[in-house]
């Protein structure tokens, strides 16, 4: 095994390597990285976490793919796990970037409510998200820092945001103070990869149609039309 496609054991962090603050690494001369390079290597890793799996895929495998040479690729990584964790992290923004700009104060309870869950979705930028979620569960036991670094980077951040427009619905009188908001975040999120397992496809008017059915049970007035 290669210095590059080993994993690397244990934590539930982010591992430590050296790096600028949007995840790509500075050259040790100070000169400044291709970017094009960079995003050739990432693309490439994040197709073969999809097809490959963290454990099998390597960096041959990615080198090759990206159309550049080892030497190249460690000099920007030190081993796969730290070039996974920057293919995650690019994901990660390039999902928030996709969000459209929304003041959810603004919006009807009901709107703000959908919205909160559309935004939810693995899916919403990434159409091989389940995957990926699925391969780093799988690996939870070998490398529990990917999950890690999912939960903290992609699952957190989503889910608090749809907590924060709940709370901000009970301080407008439009939820009822005594709802369970962890429970009904857990049953908005868990209904993506319930009707993933079940269905296999991505249905569209899914975040309606769980918003019709929860809001009832949720809101201290009936329903508005809309």
Request: one cysteine or more.
């Amino acid at each position: 095994m290669n210095r590059g496609d080993r994993d690397v054991g244990g934590g539930g962090g982010e591992a430590s390597r050296p790096g600028t603050s949007d995840g790509i690494p500075a050259r040790a001369d100070g000169r400044p990285r291709d970017p094009a390079i960079e995003d050739a290597i990432i693309q490439a890793t994040r197709r073969r976490l999809v097809t490959d799996g963290y454990t099998r895929m390597t960096i041959g495998d990615i080198v090759a793919d990206a159309g550049v040479t080892r030497p190249t690729l460690y000099r920007r990584w030190a081993n796969k796990y730290d070039l996974v964790v920057d293919a995650l992290a690019f994901g990660f923004r390039a999902q928030r970037e996709a969000y459209p700009d929304v003041d959810f104060d603004e919006l009807s309870p009901l709107e703000a409510f959908r919205e909160a869950v559309r935004r939810l979705d693995p899916r919403y930028h990434n159409k091989a998200a389940m995957e990926l979620h699925g391969n780093f569960m799988a690996e939870a036991e070998r490398v529990p820092g990917l999950l890690e670094q999912l939960r903290e980077h992609a699952v957190q951040p989503r889910c608090e945001e749809l907590t924060e427009v709940l709370r901000r619905l009970q301080e407008r009188g439009a939820i009822r103070k005594d709802v369970d908001l962890d429970v009904v975040v857990s049953l908005c999120f868990g209904s993506y990869f319930a009707d993933y397992l079940r269905t296999g496809e991505a249905v569209t008017d899914l975040p309606d149609r769980v918003v019709r059915t929860l809001w009832p049970a949720l809101a201290e007035q009936p329903a508005p039309t809309d």
